[in-house]
Each structure stands twice: as C-alpha cells, then as structure tokens.
C-alpha cells in the first residue's frame, strides 16, 4: 500500500537539550516552509514533535530517551501508512529511525563527512554524537540500546556511504573492517558524486534504504553547519543530483532479460537474414541499453506527474506494437529503427512499474520476499523464454 502523507518527526535537540546549538536546525528547516512546500504538491503532512527530556539524567540519559521517542514515532508513522521524515540536530537519530523501522535486512545510504561508527573505546573528542552507528550494530551502549524500542544488532554489509572524508586512520580502517562502502570526498581531485553513486546503486541493491543526510556533506565553502566543516566535499548540485537518484536506481530485469539476451542469441540469423554488416551487428542489440537508458529519468519524471499506472500501461502498448513492427523488418536500417523506437517502451514501464510495486508493499520482509521473487523471476523465465523463442 502507498504511503498516503509524510509524518515529519521533529527533535531540535543537541546533547539532550532543546534549540541547543546544531538542535536548532530543524527550526531552521521548518522556517523556509518545507511544511508549505510538500503541502503544495498534494501531499498530506502530519507533525510529531519530541517532547522535552529535561527530568532524564545528564547528556547519556536524555539522548536515549529521545532515541526512544523516534523510534516510537517512527513505528507509529509506518503503522499509519506515512513516510517518516526526521528533522533531528543529531546524527544517532538515525540509529532510532533505523530501530522504528523494524527491517531486519536494512540498508543504509548515508550523505556524511563523518563515519558515526566510533565507539568509546576509540573515541578522541568525547562526542558522543559520533557513536551512533557502533551502538546500532550492537557494539556500544549496549545495556541502554536494547531498552529502545525495535532495536536489534545491523550488519553493515549494505551500506553505502557518500561525501565521506573528515577521519583519522584509526576510523578508515573501522569502516573497511565493518564491510562498508565508501565514496569518499577528494581534496586533490574532482569527485564526480553522481556518477559514481548512480554506478553504486546500479551494480547492488540497496533497497530498502534509511538515507541519511547531514549537512557537513558539503564543502566547507559553503559555509558552517557545525562545528566539523570539511573541505572536498559535495557541491549543492551534486547533493541534489544524488538525492534524485537515489529513488530511482532500482530497476526490475524481468521483460528486458528476454530482449537483450535473447537477440544476442538469434543474432546470427539476423545478420544471414538482412544481410547486416559485421560492422553494424552490434546496432540490434546495444541501440535497447542506449535509448532505454537515455529516457528512464524522463518517463520516470512522467510518471511522478501522471501517475505509474497509466505510464505503465502505455509504455507496454507502445512496446507491443513495435514488437510486432521489428518482425516486419526487410533491412537492418529499418530493423534498428524499429528497436529505437520500441525501446521507449522499457523506459516508460520499468521505472513506473517499480512505483507501482513498491507502492503496494510497505517496507518489511514481505515487499523484499516480493522483490526478490520479481528479480528472481528474470533469470528463470527469462533464459526460458529465449530458447522457447528459438525452437
């Protein structure tokens, strides 16, 4: 079932204390009319505020208890079919989202200069901020964690860092050694952001994902988020970039299976058939990924507008009809003319029909059972259909 409304869920609050310092952020956030923005595109906005955590003991006490609150929240939002947004001043309220989610399989894309993954005994700033994601695997704060609510131990295996840069040594090899991925920040060089995120999300699957994004991805050029700006950062562009990718990097593989592998396979008889030069025999099956993958952003887009449910149906109608067009292929000039013009159809269905499934299931171990069966299912009857199309 489709999220029906965004909760935000709103905690200004540094070391435990309201509007404290970077606790203010959220209010600052709140101030440039995110709530006015979202309502203007038709979605429904519902706001759940932490309350104060004064009575609770020290800097320790009152963090955890707001971890407790989030992840509460969190939960109450998923159960009430809404998106959880967290406008947070601290960065171990990811940790209390992950733990409200209740997905045992999670993965993680997290826009950050800093790793988060310190625990006590390697910490040198005594930030506690800093030990979010070691308490979420289970290695620190171990007694505390388990009194938040869903909190069981994550392995990071799934987990793709971005803008990442601002460490010591001693925190580099702690990420390596927990398995996780890193597209890191360059002082020395350009870092194409993007590109190298959209080849991460392409090549592995990390859905469903918690995003996480602090602000200290950006270059300290532009200006002080906290008191840990870094240069070689993310420009806005290039933030912007990969926060629009990010939902659209999931892609299923079943219809187009059959069509790149199973061309490839009748290809020589093709090439007897239409008499196509050896130096153009690749055109019939390269010209699928080129023009699919030209216009995927674009009919995604569509379908965002108009809906995944008639861009779905449209894309397959047009690849139908140009399906049956190609077999009345009398030369290999009309016949990659034709797979020009089919291959529109892919890129208007497959980003819509990842919407329209992704849109039924909730996140659970049931919408990953039903992605990977829908994944699964390419490789099965794919390869199927290639030689029953060959007998």
């Known amino acids: 079932m489709a999220a029906h409304g965004i909760t935000i869920i709103f905690s200004p609050y540094h070391v435990g204390i309201r509007d404290h310092r970077v606790g203010n952020g959220p209010h600052r956030i709140c101030s440039l009319g995110i709530v006015k923005e979202l309502e203007s595109l038709g979605i429904k906005v519902h706001l759940h505020e932490i ?44 940790a209390a989202v992950a733990c409200g989610l209740r997905i045992k399989d999670l993965a993680f894309i997290y826009f950050d200069a800093h790793d988060d993954l310190d625990s006590p005994d390697v910490n040198e700033n005594g ?14 704060w ?14 990071y295996q799934r987990f793709l860092y971005c803008g990442l840069r601002d460490q010591s040594d001693i925190q580099r090899q702690r990420v390596i050694d927990a398995g996780m991925t890193a597209i890191r920040g360059d002082t020395t060089k ?3 952001f993007p590109a190298e995120l959209k080849s991460h999300l392409e090549t592995r699957d990390y859905s469903p994902a918690l995003v996480h994004l602090d602000l200290d991805v950006l270059d300290e050029s532009y200006g ?42 009748i290809l020589p008889t093709l090439a007897t058939a239409l008499n196509i030069p050896s130096g153009s025999q690749t055109w019939p099956a390269s010209v699928f990924s080129f023009v699919t993958g030209a216009f995927l952003l674009p009919f995604g887009r569509a379908a965002e507008i108009y809906g995944g449910g008639i861009v779905f149906v449209c894309g397959l109608l047009w690849y139908t009809i140009w399906s049956l067009i190609c077999g009345f292929s009398r030369n290999y000039l009309m016949l990659n003319f034709c797979r020009a013009l089919q291959e529109l159809g892919p890129a208007a269905f497959l980003p819509s029909g990842v919407m329209l499934l992704g849109g039924i299931y909730r996140p659970g171990p049931r919408k990953n059972l039903v992605f990977s069966v829908y994944t699964g299912l390419a490789l099965r009857w794919g390869f199927s259909w290639v030689f029953f199309s060959l007998g």
């Open 190 to 192: 350009e870092v194409n």
């Open 224 to 265: 002080k988020v906290n008191d840990y700006p870094s240069p070689g950062g993310m420009f806005e562009s290039d933030l912007i970039e990969c926060m629009n990718n990010v939902p659209r990097q999931s892609l299923p593989k079943s219809l187009t299976e059959y069509f790149i592998s199973g061309l490839n396979v």
């Open 142 to 155: 171990k007694t505390l964690m388990s009194s938040v609510p869903g909190f069981q131990p994550l392995d």
């Open 127 to 140: 930030y506690f901020d800093a030990m979010g994601l070691s308490m979420l695997r289970g290695e620190s």
């Open 51 to 94: 309350e104060r955590v004064d009575e609770f003991e020290g800097e320790i006490g009152r963090s955890f208890e707001i971890m407790r609150r989030i992840s509460k929240a969190v939960t109450s939002a998923v159960n009430t079919n809404t998106f959880p947004l967290v406008l947070s001043g601290n960065c171990y309220a990811s």
